[in-house]
């Protein structure tokens, strides 16, 4: 069983950055392609980024060119830079399989732009 803890949420202005971390238990983290989604507050969950086992990344339209995700094997660790955060990217921040599964959703962290 794998589990997914995400940190690293908070509250910032527009323009700041955050860098959110996703911890996963479990040897077998380095074959899966990885992704970021998020909910805000009223809307679906929407995918956000995704990256390969070997690397290989995908973006959303909305944050091409600001965000960037990354992994360390290593460390069994997904993060996501987020850079020039604008208030529309305020939401539940998860982190799961590229191809989601249901049990690997965990309790996400939030993220707050706002002036």
């Known amino acids: 069983q794998v589990q997914l803890v995400e940190s690293g949420g908070g509250l910032v202005q527009p323009g700041e950055s955050l860098r959110l971390s996703c911890a996963a238990s479990?040897?077998?983290?380095?074959?899966?392609?990885m992704g970021w989604y998020r909910q805000a507050p009223g809307k679906q969950r929407e995918m956000v980024a995704t990256?390969?086992?070997?690397?290989?990344?995908n973006y959303a339209d909305s944050v091409k060119g600001r965000f960037t995700i990354s992994r360390d094997n290593a460390k069994n660790t997904v993060y996501l830079q987020m850079n020039s955060l604008k208030p529309e990217d305020t939401g539940v921040y998860y982190c799961?399989?590229?191809?989601?599964?249901?049990?690997?959703w965990g309790q996400g962290t939030q993220v707050t732009v706002s002036s």
């Open positions: 990256i390969s086992s070997g690397g290989s990344t």
């Open positions: 479990g040897s077998i983290f380095r074959i899966y392609a």
């Open positions: 799961n399989k590229r191809n989601p599964r249901d049990d690997y």
